[in-house]
């Protein structure tokens, strides 16, 4: 057996790790998930485009918002938002 995987996917890491820090660049993203930052770039186009995520533009850098009452994408978990994901894994989004 593999021992090497995880219940979340990278796309979840992508979101949980914006949620701790908005300001934080995708090569620190990247990095924490260690993925290729181009990848993480993909994933946040990705999640941008299905309406999870929005991205302001501040000086040189970005910051994020978790758009978090949009549904997760699977009929299994289709009543369960970010939101609520969130708020289990203590990642309090009122403080945002």
Known sequence: MNGKWTFFTNHA?????ISEDPDITLREVAMRVGI?????QRIVAELEHSGYL???RKGRRNHYELVS????????ESHVTIGDILQVLGKDM???
């Open 36 to 40: 290729t930052e181009r990848a993480t």
């Open 54 to 56: 929005r991205h302001e």
């Open 69 to 76: 009452d949009i549904p997760l994408r699977h009929e299994i």
């Open 13 to 17: 890491h992508v979101l949980f790790c």
């Open 94 to 96: 009122a403080k945002r």
